[in-house]
């Protein structure tokens, strides 16, 4: 059965102190429902945050991990170092990492092996530039990324792997994919892998929708059929909007 997500992406904000006071916050206004609740601090939160969360049904996750187990990679975090802090799941080919970072669909097959291989769970994130948009080509590159990353998995590699939708260009643009074009898209992404699968992994696959999500459009997003949930940037640094986003399904 999908399952119903909304996950926090904070990227490179919130130092330690302000990680604690966040996720204490969070804790105070947050009530239990059956929409999973995922945040994913900067590495240097994931520690007090996952502690603070432990009695919780809130889960941590990372933002990014390398594929290697450990080595001569400066600067880098393994899959075993985020499960040994109690972090199982972690966000990969986020567009940021894509852009600036120069993460291809190569790399991150070999991340996405890596996470599985150490029993993480991943949100696998993919979307198309406004350019691609414009000259009709969303579909090509969506189906392209899934499929250059994805689809070497075996089928049963396929409960570990939540996927999340995000139009580059509605990123932290505040212009967000109409209720129309999210659930066309997701549609769409489904269908792709009940081609390449079966319709019944595909209709248990939970797909996010991310870019741009508030509290005044989240509901009508998460309303559409194949919308499971949202990956939330902007919005899940101020808790108040946070907690509105979670409470909108
Ligand atoms: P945004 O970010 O909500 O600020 O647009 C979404 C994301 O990058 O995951």
């Known amino acids: 059965m999908r399952k119903q997500i909304v996950a926090g992406n904070w990227k490179m904000n919130n130092d330690y102190v302000a990680s604690e006071q966040l996720v204490s916050k969070l804790l105070e206004q947050y009530t239990e429902s059956e929409t999973e609740v995922i945040i994913a601090p900067p590495f240097t939160s994931l520690f007090c945050s996952s502690n603070l969360l432990k009695s919780s049904r809130i889960n941590v996750a990372a933002q990014n991990m390398h594929y290697a187990e450990n080595g001569a990679y400066t600067g880098e975090i393994s899959s075993g170092m985020l499960k040994s802090i109690g972090v199982d799941t972690v966000i990969l080919g986020h567009s940021e990492r894509r852009a600036y970072f ?73 212009e967000t994919a109409s209720p129309e074009q999210a659930q066309h898209m997701h549609a769409f992404i489904r269908k792709t892998i009940e081609n390449k699968y079966s319709s019944d992994l595909s209709a248990d696959v939970s797909i996010l929708y991310g870019g741009s999500v508030k509290p005044a459009n989240a509901k009508e997003i998460f309303s559409k059929e194949d919308v499971d949930g949202g990956l939330i940037g902007g919005a899940a640094l101020d808790v108040t909007q946070f907690t509105a986003i979670i409470n909108a399904f």
């Open 102 to 174: 120069n993460e291809t669909d190569a790399l991150l097959a070999k991340k996405v092996d890596a996470a599985l291989k150490n029993n993480m769970r991943i949100i696998f994130c993919f979307g198309e530039e406004l350019l691609d948009r414009k000259s009709g080509n969303e579909e090509v590159i969506v189906e392209g990324q899934i499929k250059n990353a994805l689809f070497h998995l075996p089928a049963s590699a396929w409960t570990n792997i939540v996927l999340a939708y995000e139009p580059v260009w509605a990123i932290g643009t505040g």
